[in-house]
């Protein structure tokens, strides 16, 4: 495996950990509605963040 293919991967999981720990926060509950909309709004940028890195790996490869 090259070097650019594993940070594409490596970058992958750090943002699917980013949004799975915001998602936990949301279901857990007990925010503000500020806080829900901030933590609703990462997730988002994360999809679409995932969804970049998922289109860069076949070039990559």
Do not use: F, T
């Not at 650019?4 to 998602?23: A, F, H, N, T, W």
């Amino acid at each position: 495996m090259n070097h650019y293919l594993q940070l594409i991967k490596d970058e992958i999981l750090s943002v699917q950990g980013q949004k799975d720990y915001c998602l936990q926060v949301l279901n857990a509950g007990g925010l503000e509605s500020w806080q829900s909309k901030e933590y609703s709004n990462l997730v988002e940028h994360y999809d679409q963040k995932l969804k970049e890195l998922n289109e860069r790996l076949p070039a990559a490869g």
